[in-house]
């Protein structure tokens, strides 16, 4: 299977604090993305990384991407208690691969 | 005005039924795609579609019969259920090329078969 593999599974910090997430993959990509996913809902993007990129920023989200460890993370800064979600890498090439997940929640 | 529907929302259905899911998107993209989320929130890709022809099929049961009648519509036919079936499925969409890289998801339709 080509998908990825999200570390760790589930994440628990105090509001404020920060949260980070890694991604591990096995294939070739053209870019990879973060999605967040509320309970019970579709998926949201949050940001997307070109294989030729190693550090993105967008507002309190900062991703960096290790090709030729074939690795990303994805950093939330000063959580609130809305980023409660999971969050998912998904590799592309061809088609969108996407990763186990992380389920993080941000206790109050 | 919302970018990509699917009805239903909440599916309960018997072992060896057939049902359809539908879904739309407004937002002019080339290109839709269903997703099968499983228990353990696995997601994975099933079908895609652009411009109304399918370019992915992947390791589907015949059972499963995505149409497009245009490139704002595609829906999921599902032929005598299992209970396997039982999933959460996602229609997503984006454009073709450049930086339309970005997919956006449906909703999501919950799928129950007893």
């Known amino acids: 299977s080509q998908q990825g593999e999200e570390d760790p599974q589930a994440l628990s910090i105090q509001e404020g604090e920060n949260a980070t997430m890694n991604c591990s993959y096995k294939t070739s990509i053209n870019n990879l993305q973060w999605y967040r996913q509320n309970s019970g809902r579709g998926l949201v993007h949050l940001i997307l990384i070109r294989s030729n990129e190693r550090e993105k920023h967008s507002g309190r989200l900062r991703v960096t991407l290790d090709t030729s460890k074939k690795s990303s993370s994805l950093l939330i800064t000063a959580s609130r208690a809305a980023d409660t979600a999971s969050y998912f890498c998904?590799?592309?090439?061809?088609?969108?691969?996407f990763g186990t997940g992380t389920r993080l929640t941000i206790i109050p | 005005d919302t970018a990509v529907s699917q009805t239903p929302k909440y599916l309960v259905t018997q072992m060896g039924n057939d049902k359809s899911i539908k879904c739309e998107q407004n937002?002019?993209?080339?290109?839709m795609y269903w997703y099968k989320q499983d228990s353990k929130k696995f997601l994975k890709i099933m079908f895609s579609y652009n411009n109304k022809e399918l370019i992915i099929n992947e390791t589907v049961p015949n059972r499963f019969s995505p149409k497009s009648p245009d490139k704002a519509h595609l829906n999921l036919h599902i032929n005598s259920l299992e209970l396997g079936d039982s999933a959460v499925y996602f229609c997503?969409?984006?454009?073709?090329?450049?930086?339309?890289?970005?997919?956006?998801f449906g909703p999501g339709t919950r799928l129950l078969v007893l």
């Open positions: 937002l002019g993209h080339d290109t």
């Open positions: 997503a969409s984006r454009p073709t090329g450049g930086e339309g890289e970005t997919q956006y």
């Open positions: 998904a590799t592309d090439y061809v088609k969108l691969t």
